[in-house]
């Protein structure tokens, strides 16, 4: 046996899914066609994308450029297993009681936009078993997860209506602290009332949720609740979408101390794209911080209501400093990825982009398409493909069953 052939046949043996760490770092190169086959075994279910606050406005998915990072095109180009879709209610609903209203549409158009009007290539997913018979029909799998807990206008009632429709996660917060859960995004504002974390109705919230079989998000919510939510919830917690705080010190990502909590209650956390959640260069350099940004922003957000509108005007602000700032890198990415394995093992991260909620993408990972370049990263770095396909979907349908479990012991 020659080295061509012993290579293939080592390869033939991971692709058959048993492969060892020390195999794959024998192996110094990927072909595309190797890197491409890895990739889509291992069917990233990625936690966390924004673009269904494009889709609600009219835009067809079915398009190149729908989105700025997503569109149905590109998640096949990128070999996507699945992803769960936000529901992302901004603050400005609050104020006029519309959250849930608005809720409501953004389901409504990850249902008949994004899976029906693509259902050769979407199918439906409510639970693990779902996400696994869609992998086996080579179909990828659609979700939804709920971004900010004001959009059940602190009903109970609504939750549960909420899970029915097939939310199957909630970030308890977004940037903005509501009546029953603190947010990282204003903690350090006076102004607002705070909780301590959660208050007693954020413990009931929590409680139903685990109940019902809907996954606890911690993503966006500060560090006394997150603290709160490990003591609360009877079942394992995830964050869709938030990186490591000790790489990057982002209010938004997770310390080590969190990290450890998080996985020792079962849990994942889905590492996030944003430049500036992964790079202390990236955030530093942020033009978000400039006080001139700062004051456009605040007047888009209470001038403009039209939310696409928003959107329009907040890039175009932005891309006048385009160029200027250093972008993260997909090494960053791996970073983040091999800091949770070394301090927690590969069961306890995922991937969470937050594609089409972020402004800046790492570079390589400029948008959906753009995948199995991360899977090549991995097995560069020395990951098996058995370790990627946790890091995809394996740690993501770990954790659901759980949850599943907890709540039918619950019922
Ligand atoms: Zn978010």
């Not at 959250?99 to 409501?104: F, G």
């Not at 996954?215 to 560090?223: A, C, N, P």
């Not at 959107?311 to 160029?323: D, E, H, I, L, S």
């Not at 753009?370 to 979907?393: C, D, S, V, W």
Request: with cysteine; net charge neutral; charged share 25%.
């Amino acid at each position: 046996m020659n080295l061509t052939t012993l290579t293939r046949s080592l390869s033939a043996f991971a692709l058959a899914g048993s492969f060892c760490f020390s195999q794959a770092q024998t192996k110094k190169t990927w072909t595309d066609a190797e890197v491409m086959k890895i990739h889509k075994e291992a069917y990233l279910v990625d936690l966390h994308n924004d673009v269904p606050m494009i889709t609600v406005t009219g835009k067809d998915f079915s398009l190149r450029g729908a989105g700025q990072h997503t569109d149905a095109i590109r998640m096949k180009e990128g070999g996507m297993g699945g992803q769960m879709f936000a529901a992302f209610v901004p603050t400005n609903y609050v104020a006029t009681n519309a959250s849930a209203h608005q809720a409501l549409r953004l389901i409504d158009s990850i249902k008949e936009d994004i899976w029906k009007k693509n259902a050769a290539q979407f199918n439906w997913a409510a639970s693990p078993a779902d996400i696994l018979a869609n992998k086996k029909a080579g179909k990828m799998s659609a979700l939804i997860g709920i971004e900010g807990g004001h959009a059940i206008e602190d009903d109970v009632r609504l939750l549960r209506r909420f899970y029915e429709l097939g939310t199957r996660y909630m970030t308890l917060t977004w940037a903005n602290t509501n009546n029953w859960c603190d947010s990282s995004g204003d903690i350090n504002n006076p102004k607002v009332k705070h909780w301590g974390g959660l208050n007693d109705l954020g413990k009931s919230i929590v409680l139903e949720m685990n109940r019902i079989g809907m996954m606890v998000d911690v993503s966006h919510i500060s560090d006394g609740a997150f603290w709160a939510v490990i003591e609360t919830s009877k079942a394992p917690i995830i964050a869709s979408h938030s990186s490591c705080r000790i790489l990057c010190d982002a209010g938004r990502n997770l310390t080590d101390d969190m990290i450890k909590a998080l996985a020792k209650k079962g849990g994942i956390m889905g590492i996030n794209f944003s430049c500036d959640f992964l790079s202390q260069k990236a955030k530093d350099a942020n033009p978000m911080n400039r006080p001139e940004v700062v004051k456009e922003r605040e007047r888009i957000m209470a001038e403009v209501k039209d939310q696409q509108e928003a959107m329009k005007q907040f890039r175009a602000m932005m891309a006048k400093y385009r160029g200027e700032t250093p972008r993260a890198t997909l090494k960053d990415v791996v970073d983040h990825i091999d800091h949770v394995v070394k301090l927690v093992g590969v069961d306890h991260v995922a991937i969470g982009s937050d594609f089409d909620g972020i402004g800046c993408t790492p570079e390589g990972l400029d948008d959906t398409s753009k995948f199995p370049n991360l899977t090549r990263a991995l097995l560069e770095r020395g990951y098996t493909p058995q370790m990627i396909t946790k890091i995809y979907h394996g740690n993501l349908i770990r954790v659901f069953s759980e949850v599943e479990k907890v709540s039918a012991s619950m019922r």
